[in-house]
C-alpha cells in the first residue's frame, strides 16, 4: 500500500513564525502535492515537484515556498505565518502524468495560526 | 469562476437508498476525472478513475460514469450504508501549460440515516 505520512495531524503557530510542514512518501512516486483546503472553496494546489530539487507553482503560492532535497519528502514552509493561512494542508503524491495515475494523500496537517 | 462545481452541497438520505451525485466542469479536454472520498478530519481516499477513453468505471457498490461532450460525471451509491457518510470530491485533470493541472470540486457531504 502507498502510504503518504505528514510530521503533525494539529499544529499551533503564532503570527510570524517560521512553520515546516513535511510530507514523506514510501513509493518511489515522481510528483508531489501541496494544497490547503478550506470551508468552501475546496482544495486549491499551493505547489508541486514532478523531481527532486524541482518545483512549480500552484494556484495559490504566495506566503509559501518548497523544498524537495530527496524524492520521498516535499516540505512546505511558512516564511511568515499569518492568521490567513489557518486551514487544513494536505500533501499528496503520484507516480507520473499517466492517464491511469491517481494521486494519494496524507491524512493532513489542520493549521492555526493565532 | 468555479471550474468543478458539485451539486448537492449536502445530502441526506435513508439507509438502503440508491443515490446519484452529480460534478460538472467546464472543460471538455480532460485527461481523466476522478472520485475521491473524505471522512472528517482525514485526507482523501481514491474511489474510482476514469480515463478520458473510458464512459465509466466500478466498484462494489459504487459506479462513476463521465460524459465529457456535457462536461459531466456521476457518482452512483446503490443502496447506501451509514458507513458511506463522508463528504465526496471529484477532480478533474487536464493538461495546462505542459503540466497536468488537477482541479477538485468542493465535494458533496452526504449523511446516511440508519
Known amino acids: 500500500d502507498v502510504k503518504v505520512t505528514q510530521s503533525s495531524r494539529y499544529l499551533v503557530k503564532r503570527t510570524g513564525e517560521k512553520v515546516f510542514l513535511e510530507c514523506v512518501q514510501d513509493m518511489d512516486h515522481e510528483n508531489m502535492f501541496w494544497y490547503r483546503q478550506d470551508p468552501g472553496l475546496g482544495l486549491r494546489l499551493i505547489y508541486f515537484s514532478y523531481d527532486v530539487k524541482m518545483k512549480e507553482k500552484g494556484d495559490i503560492p504566495e506566503g509559501y515556498s518548497v523544498s524537495r532535497e530527496k524524492k520521498e519528502r516535499f516540505s512546505l514552509i511558512l516564511e511568515s505565518a499569518s492568521t490567513n493561512q489557518t486551514s487544513m494542508y494536505l500533501c499528496a503524491s503520484s507516480p507520473l502524468d499517466r492517464e491511469m495515475d491517481t494521486q494519494y494523500f496524507g491524512p493532513g496537517t489542520r493549521l492555526t495560526v493565532l | 469562476k468555479q471550474e468543478v462545481t458539485q451539486i448537492p452541497a449536502a445530502l441526506s438520505v435513508p439507509e438502503g437508498e440508491n443515490l446519484v451525485l452529480n460534478c460538472s466542469f467546464t472543460d471538455s479536454a480532460i485527461y481523466n476525472l476522478q472520485w475521491f472520498r473524505q471522512d472528517p478530519g482525514k485526507g482523501l481516499t481514491s474511489l474510482l478513475l476514469?480515463?478520458?477513453?473510458?464512459r465509466e468505471q466500478t466498484s462494489g457498490r459504487l459506479n462513476a460514469s463521465l460524459d465529457k461532450s456535457s462536461g459531466r460525471s456521476t457518482l452512483y451509491i446503490a443502496a447506501s450504508q451509514p458507513g458511506d457518510s463522508a463528504t465526496y470530491l471529484c477532480?478533474?485533470?487536464?493538461?495546462?501549460?505542459?503540466?497536468?493541472?488537477?482541479?477538485f470540486g468542493t465535494g458533496t457531504k452526504l449523511q446516511v440515516i440508519p
Open positions: 476514469i480515463q478520458s477513453s473510458q
Open positions: 477532480a478533474r485533470r487536464l493538461f495546462s501549460g505542459g503540466y497536468q493541472k488537477v482541479t
